[in-house]
């Protein structure tokens, strides 16, 4: 009995001396925290941008903070977000997991889904860490830093957002509509807020330039049937369709496309079709395509920031990594560390608060463009690159991406196959 | 063990516990401490973790409140089970409390106060009315319902956009403070362990049990099945609820995922491993499975393949549990003994 | 509705039926044969697909070979998951449930964990391009589907009707112990549905899976579909699964067409909680009722 008394109380402690808290030291590493999807191409890429920007900051001698240079560290964790089969709340005990064991002193990439996105924000509103997200791409974001300033400033966007997604869409619409002459539109979108929002934006904003919208239809993550909307873009005779996804099973809509001989131009976001590796795993089915890059990186600009970035990541991960990159996250969170690494510079120590108002002064040159933020902390778009981060839009040609949008940056005008 | 003809293996109460049995073991206080130490130990150990807030890290506290919300989902299962009805989707349940006290936050503007308790009451009411049904199916057909219900539901949200779709309802009013909320999981935890012990132990829980063994038989006595077995959903639902408005509060959101499948996997493991039938064995389940998952959350899904794994394990080869093997343990001892020879007397 | 909606309703319902009938084969005829509800059927049937990518890719085998290597292999190993998981707890319906359902989520999570995730998973198509029927265009593949879907349907139902392997499994199916005494072994009847299920769901993975990628939750719904195919027809009846399947793949179809393809999952799942409410044992199932529900 008193043999198991021992053990029992033995594990007891064993137990207790697990769970305690942690010190921290002096000289330790600061930690950056990247709780999103790693099981998803945006997530996984926006991790390996994040380190190249941390290993390349640690080579040039870490990061200076109030005289003392430190170097940076990744901590990441997964939060499994996209799965269908995860709860929200599930993904937020990992991000919870993330700051209460490596203690981030900020975090980066941020969540991937928007519903995780907002409830992040309320979860670490309680944290006070910097947070500067790039994938998820909901306007409610904004609308909630705008409503509880002092609550919720503590966060930052450098990704795209759908409204500015909106406007790349309508203006590359505007294109093909006045230069090409084509009227009638079908969107196809993935039945979540982010595309909803946009198709919802883009629709609108076409009907009131002349286009016809023959129709919309929305699709739960994760179908993989799109046959009844071909039958109706076909019937409805439309000549452009505009597919809005984030899955990867948004290919099949190409496969089916093809297989059903629907000849309309497709010009969207559809993430399979984004990748230099794209033609050889569709067999060249995707040819004539336009996909929109989100943030200029995995194609990039004519700065030598993009262009820098690019090459950088091409060689630390290698080439076919480079093309195979994910056309929304990498840019930005590349960029997201260096920007709070200019801001704690300027900031002169770690103080949230401090680095807050630092980072609202941000102006400086990234892959993705020029980079100021708005007054609801949102990085801001536009088309020349100098001014504003940029999208791109490029069109399948032959095996290759030609860029197509916007104007500055293009290589050649949207082309419609004659046929 | 070496197969002996001459001998065969045979269990034996221990000493202690059998003086200790009934009121006998007020005789001493080794054989009061026999009997309750091991509750007391377990009580006072839940009873005083929030206070070690000190010493441990917010982590670990939130291990355990999501151990806490498993354990109650685990129970109303086992409850469930003990009725003789499967359940594959937990996570209904989850869901109806939630959503009903998102709703009456987000919508009616109530206070947790409020919303918890109701939440709870009205998330049972209308599962129940759900599955009401459908409770005249047995065997495997409650397993199927069970498990399309909660995805059919999910999916109706997110395609009619009803409250919040896909976004869910978000920004909800927080509990105060952590020790608030680790309180008021253990509160719930030992209110629902002890209510459904004893209430396995009275006429009225009899009935659940010979409706499980043969529905046919409990028919024939004069009982109206249906209706006794949505008693069993709406008892089952209550605690379930609960840990549905609960979490909703906590993460300050409620969206569809609160129909994952997860929280219908989890308490299933949690029950099967610790051992069905017992509600101390689905709580003691929860207490292994969630800290374990927890440790391997960075191994992402492979925690899922192995709780699978350990579900399989323990429904094949281990369907006591261990809890009751724990039990057996300490209340028995084996040992070989001798066969008693043919034609002599016992 | 257009006249050209219409006959594409017609004819790509009528292919989407074939194909649903075709995933619940497997399921539906191990459950008449040997009354286990095998919930693994989902994770057999991406696991199919994904040995079937691994022979092309990794081992760089024609396809007519990858494929039958993997229905062969697959269905031994339904053999192997009757041996050794269901055996022990045969007859407790609630452990055979929870052990299949946890070989499912496990197999499937594997192949989550693993990072089997991206676009770059699909299998090859039979044969490329299209053909039209009234006026719609088809590609050869689906016309592939049809052939395949009904050929194995009517395959199956004489091998159990005129076939003495066939017919022992039925008896089985009928009465338990008068088959025993006809000296009909239970346990290698029911391992033999088990293998024959699973090999057509290996059979219905390398059939469908060309028509998109090989996702993940393909898993799970392929489970889903055969549950609502299944308990709509009916066990034990051919005819009955035919019909649920229809019913299902032509509801799916005309609701994407007319409505909004987001109802599309609405609508398996409405069957199942719907027929289960109303005549658990299915529009053909010949249970008594009070087998069933009390």
């Keep these: 009995m008193s043999a198991r008394l021992f053990l029992a109380s033995m594990s007891a402690l064993a137990f207790l001396a697990g769970c305690r808290k942690e010190e921290s030291a002096k000289d330790a590493p600061i930690v950056l925290g990247v709780p999103t999807a790693l099981g998803t191409i945006e997530g996984q890429d926006s991790l390996r941008a994040a380190q190249l920007a941390v290993s390349e900051i640690n080579a040039a001698g870490g990061l200076e903070v109030g005289g003392a240079r430190r170097k940076l560290e990744i901590a990441s964790i997964d939060t499994r977000e996209a799965e269908a089969g995860l709860p929200v709340n599930d993904a937020l005990a990992a991000m919870e997991k993330l700051v209460g064991e490596k203690k981030p002193a900020a975090i980066v990439v941020g969540a991937f889904r928007s519903e995780v996105l907002l409830s992040a924000m309320d979860l670490n509103a309680r944290y006070k860490l910097p947070y500067l997200c790039t994938i998820g791409m909901t306007p409610e974001f904004e609308k909630k830093i705008a409503a509880g300033y002092d609550k919720y400033k503590y966060h930052f966007r450098l990704g795209l957002n759908a409204p500015y997604l909106v406007g790349n869409l309508g203006k590359a619409l505007d294109y093909v509509h006045k230069k090409l002459g084509l009227d009638k539109l079908y969107f196809v979108h993935q039945d979540v807020g982010w595309a909803k929002g946009t198709a919802a934006g883009v629709a609108k904003a076409a009907q009131a330039a002349g286009w016809t919208v023959v129709g919309s239809d929305a699709y739960p993550t994760g179908s993989r049937d799109f046959s009844s909307s071909l039958t109706k873009v076909k019937a409805g005779k439309a000549q452009v369709v505009v597919p809005i996804f984030d899955m990867p099973e948004s290919g099949v809509l190409v496969k089916q496309a093809r297989s059903m001989n629907v000849t309309a131009l497709f010009a969207g976001f559809i993430s399979p079709a984004a990748p230099g590796t794209a033609w050889s795993t569709f067999n060249g089915e995707i040819d004539g395509l336009v996909n929109f890059v989100f943030e200029a990186g995995p194609i990039p600009l004519k700065t030598p920031r993009s262009l820098h970035f690019n090459e950088a990541y091409g060689k630390a991960y290698g080439e076919e990594a480079r093309l195979k990159l994910s056309g929304h996250g990498p840019g930005p969170s590349y960029d997201a560390v260096f920007v709070l690494a200019e801001a704690i510079k300027r900031a002169g120590s770690l103080d949230a608060d401090a680095v807050v108002a630092q980072l609202e002064k941000t102006d400086m040159e990234g892959a993705i463009g020029h980079i100021v933020f708005n007054k609801n902390h949102q990085a801001v778009y536009g088309e020349d690159p100098k001014q504003a981060a940029a999208s791109l839009a490029f069109q399948w040609r032959g095996g290759k991406r030609v860029v197509v949008y916007p104007e500055s940056a293009a290589e050649s005008p949207i082309e419609v196959a004659a046929k | ?346 | 509705m257009s006249e050209s909606i219409l006959a594409s309703t017609l004819v790509y319902g009528f292919v989407n039926s074939v194909a649903l009938m075709l995933t619940a084969l497997g399921f539906s005829l191990t459950f008449g044969l040997s009354g286990v509800a095998n919930f693994a059927h989902g994770g057999l049937y991406l696991l199919s697909g994904f040995l079937a990518w691994m022979l092309i890719h990794w081992l760089k085998l024609p396809f007519p070979l990858a494929a039958l290597a993997t229905v062969a292999a697959v269905g031994a190993l339904g053999a192997v998951l009757y041996r050794v998981v269901l055996r022990p707890v045969r007859g407790i319906v609630l452990s055979e449930v929870i052990s299949t359902f946890a070989v499912g989520v496990a197999i499937i999570e594997l192949f989550r964990w693993k990072g089997f995730t991206t676009y770059d998973f699909s299998l090859p198509v039979f044969v490329e391009g299209g053909v039209e029927v009234f006026g719609v265009s088809l590609d050869w593949h689906r016309v592939c589907i049809v052939g395949i879907g009904l050929g194995l349907t009517a395959l199956l139902w004489a091998f159990t009707r005129f076939t003495s392997t066939g017919l022992a499994l039925r008896g089985m199916s009928q009465n338990e112990s008068t088959a025993l005494c006809l000296g009909i072994d239970s346990d290698w009847a029911a391992m033999l549905s088990l293998a024959l299920g699973s090999a057509l769901a290996a059979v219905a993975a390398i059939a469908l899976l060309p028509l998109g990628i090989i996702s993940i939750n393909t898993g799970y719904d392929a489970l889903l579909v055969a549950l609502a195919v299944t308990v709509l027809g009916g066990l034990e009846s051919t005819p009955g699964m035919m019909v649920g399947s229809f019913l299902v793949g032509y509801a799916t179809v005309l609701t994407g067409n007319t409505i909004g393809p987001r109802w599309n999952e609405v609508v398996y799942l409405l069957a199942i909680v719907l027929v289960l409410g109303l005549k658990p044992s299915g529009l053909f199932g010949r249970s008594k009722e009070l087998e069933d529900r009390v």
């Design chain 2, 1 to 346: 063990m070496s197969r002996d003809p001459g001998r065969r293996r045979e269990r034996l109460d221990r000493g202690i516990k059998a003086r200790s049995d009934d009121i006998f073991a007020i005789a001493s206080i080794r054989d009061l401490a026999y009997v309750l130490l091991p509750r007391l130990l377990a009580v006072l150990a839940l009873l005083a973790f929030p206070l070690l807030e000190a010493v441990v890290s917010p982590y670990w506290q939130t291990v355990i409140l999501n151990t806490l919300v498993i354990a109650l989902l685990a129970l109303s299962w086992d409850l469930l089970a003990s009725a003789g009805l499967v359940s594959l989707g937990q996570s209904l349940f989850v869901g109806a409390g939630g959503y009903a006290a998102g709703f009456l936050n987000a919508r009616l503007g109530l206070s947790p106060l409020w919303t918890i308790p109701l939440a709870t009451v009205g998330g049972a009411a209308i599962s129940t009315g759900l599955l009401f049904p459908l409770l005249r199916l047995r065997g495997i057909y409650f397993g199927m319902i069970t498990f399309a219900l909660p995805l059919l539901l999910m999916r109706v949200i997110e395609t009619t956009g009803f409250l919040g779709g896909t976004e869910g309802l978000h920004g909800l009013t927080p509990l105060p403070g952590r020790t608030a909320e680790l309180y008021l999981m253990t509160a719930a935890a030992l209110v629902t362990i002890v209510a459904f012990r004893r209430l396995a132990a009275t006429d009225y829980g009899l009935v659940f049990r010979a409706i499980r063994d043969d529905d046919r038989t409990v028919l024939a006595a004069g009982f109206h099945i249906q209706w006794r077995k949505a008693q069993a959903v709406l008892l089952a639902a209550l605690p379930a609820c609960f840990a549905g408005a609960f979490v909703t509060h906590r993460f300050q959101f409620v969206g569809m995922t609160a129909f994952a499948l997860d929280y219908s996997i989890l308490p299933l493991t949690s029950a099967v491993v610790g051992g069905a039938g017992s509600f101390l064995g689905a709580v003691m389940g929860s207490f292994i499975l969630v800290p374990l998952s927890e440790v391997m959350r960075e191994f992402g899904s492979l925690r899922v393949v192995l709780y699978s794994l350990m579900l399989l394990l323990f429904t094949v080869v281990l369907p006591e549990g261990i809890f009751r093997l724990l039990v057996r343990k300490y209340g028995q001892f084996e040992r070989l003994a001798p066969l008693p020879e043919a034609g002599r007397g016992r």
